[in-house]
């Protein structure tokens, strides 16, 4: 097949010709400025908004993209001939190469929308998976990953009569690489894993798990629903096959998000639905299927969120990637060294590479009593499971509360949560 390919430039990556990075110290009182909601107060306190591994908030940049779409050029894409529709069809592909800019994919092509990561995994457990797996076969997970990648694998393992198998994690949350390698067997038929975990702040060595999986030649799928608010992503570097994350976790709008898959893997797969714009021509005897990206995105797709996604590409390339994880790297070591101090808090996942989340226990007061007192103080967090109950299991608690930062919190706003801290435990002394 031939690739169209959008080379990236160095510049467009945030680096001189050299790959060094050219970005712009962080000013966090400006970026503040660009999120309207982050002005709101809650029970008359100002919001301090901590709960972005759940969704992160949006930037005007986002807000308005999405409403010009509705204001000036709303149509379906790839349907009509009129101006309104080629315009929308010219945005919404516009914003595939942006997310295969963001991603470093080698192909437009190789980007998949999808309504979110987790229709992203569904997607390939049942069209990859289908075809690949069978009885007796093996799925490699990691005992750290969120439900959306666990259990679209336990369904593909039910109907096949296949096995799913967990590589363990250690008691700091990392997963035990020698335990994933000796997992990893003749019958393994795909490797699946977080790039960064929900619950701990786990960073997972993608690279290496990758380069583990290839020399059996078991292809890997990347949940980096956690990672591409975080990190820069570069799928060719990491050498994976499959690449997802969520359009509302990276600052855009919720109901779109992205599978990356090598062009050739995709090319190779089924479809995973049907329905108008995956096909080329259609008779009641066959149908022939649309190329890729197109033969897996049935139906009129999240049209504007899409277009929402590609600004709020735009927004966090022009922030620097480098610079968000520098700077939510201080956030986070601020916040480790400050809840360490709070008498009878636990933090829950201490891996050697971690960000962006701080979950943690607290001697004698269930979680959601920390989430609802920290509420009435303005502060938003996260209590339960976090979807992600094996974790909860492994850790031996049933719920933690989880503190996970964005580039527009700051130091002020994780003092605050510690003075919540503090004031959770005069009440439940
Ligand atoms: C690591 C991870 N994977 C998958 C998901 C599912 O994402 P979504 O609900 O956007 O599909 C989440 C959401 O919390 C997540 O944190």
């Known amino acids: 097949m031939t690739l169209t390919t959008n080379p990236v430039s160095p510049r ?6 050299k790959g060094r990075s050219t ?13 309207p909601i982050l002005a709101t107060t809650v029970h008359d306190k100002p919001l301090v908004y901590l709960d972005n591994a759940a969704s992160a908030q949006k930037p005007r940049a986002v807000i308005d993209a999405e409403r010009r779409v509705y204001e000036e050029c709303y149509a379906n894409v790839h349907r009509g001939v009129h101006q309104l529709s080629m315009r929308a069809t010219d945005l919404y592909e516009a914003s595939r190469v942006k997310v295969q800019k963001l991603l470093n994919a080698a192909s437009h092509k ?42 679209p694998w336990q369904m593909l393992c039910e109907e096949k009569g296949a096995r799913l198998r967990v590589a363990p994690i250690d008691d700091a949350g990392e997963v035990v690489l020698p335990e994933l390698e000796k997992l990893l067997g003749d019958r393994t038929r795909i490797v699946s894993v977080a790039h960064v975990s929900n619950a701990l702040g786990t960073i997972l060595p993608i690279r290496r798990i990758v380069e583990i999986a290839h020399a059996r030649g078991v292809p890997v799928f990347v949940d ?24 509302h976790k990276a600052y855009g709008p919720s109901g779109i998000g992205v599978l990356y898959g090598r062009a050739e893997v995709l090319s190779a797969m089924p479809p995973f639905q049907g329905g108008g714009d995956m096909i080329l021509s259609v ?19 999240h049209i504007a969120g899409a277009i929402g996604l590609g600004a709020a590409v735009d927004y966090m390339t022009t922030l620097g990637l480098d610079a968000i994880h520098a700077y ?17 808090l636990r933090i829950i996942g201490t891996a050697r590479e971690k960000t962006g989340v701080l979950s943690f226990v607290l001697d004698g007061v269930h979680p959601h009593d920390v989430g609802t007192v920290l509420d009435y103080e303005g502060i938003a967090i996260r209590t339960g499971h976090h979807c992600a109950q094996p974790v909860m299991e ?30 959770v435990r005069e009440m439940f002394a």
């Open 328 to 344: 939510e790297d201080q956030l986070l070591a601020y916040g480790t060294e400050k809840l360490s101090r709070v008498p009878g």
């Open 283 to 301: 008779t009641f005897e066959k149908t022939v299927y649309n190329d890729i990206p197109y033969k897996f995105e049935a139906g009129t797709p």
């Open 12 to 17: 467009e990556r945030g680096a001189d010709e």
């Open 110 to 151: 190789e980007i998949v929308f999808t309504r979110g990561t987790t229709e992203a995994v569904n997607l390939v457990a049942a069209a990859y998976g289908r075809k690949h797996v069978g009885a007796g076969d093996e799925v490699l997970i990691t005992g750290l990953e969120h439900h959306s990648n666990i259990v």
């Open 224 to 247: 980096g629903a956690q990672a591409v608010p975080r990190l820069p992503v570069d799928v060719q570097a990491l050498g994976c096959d499959f690449y997802a994350f969520s359009g």
């Open 394 to 423: 492994r850790f031996g608690v049933p719920a933690t509360a989880r503190a996970s930062f964005a580039f527009y919190n700051t130091r002020d706003e994780i003092d605050a949560l510690v003075r919540g801290l503090h004031r």
């Open 23 to 35: 970005e712009r110290p962080f000013d966090v009182d400006r970026v503040r400025q660009d999120f």
